[in-house]
């Protein structure tokens, strides 16, 4: 796993990145010689945080008109 400097990966930034996507290479980015961030490849096929339930629920039932009833509501109150 590569480390690189904060200022350094600052300057060479878009490169960095098509190095990682092209050698599928982590890189570590630290600052005063500490690791703060990873920069990783990118997983095909992965799912991705967003989105990642789509397609997989099912609506059942009426999901416009309210739950219960005005006459159950006016017995809860």
Request: hydrophobic residues 45%; proline residues 3%.
């Amino acid at each position: 796993m590569k480390t690189m400097a904060a200022g350094s990966f600052k300057v060479h930034c878009l490169a960095v990145m098509d190095e990682v996507q092209a050698k599928r290479e982590t890189v570590v980015i630290t600052k005063h010689g500490k690791p703060v961030a990873k920069l990783v490849p990118v997983e095909k096929g992965a799912d991705d945080i967003y989105n990642f339930l789509a397609g997989k629920g099912v609506i059942t039932g009426d999901i416009v008109s309210a739950a219960i009833s005005h006459e159950e509501w006016g017995e809860l109150s």
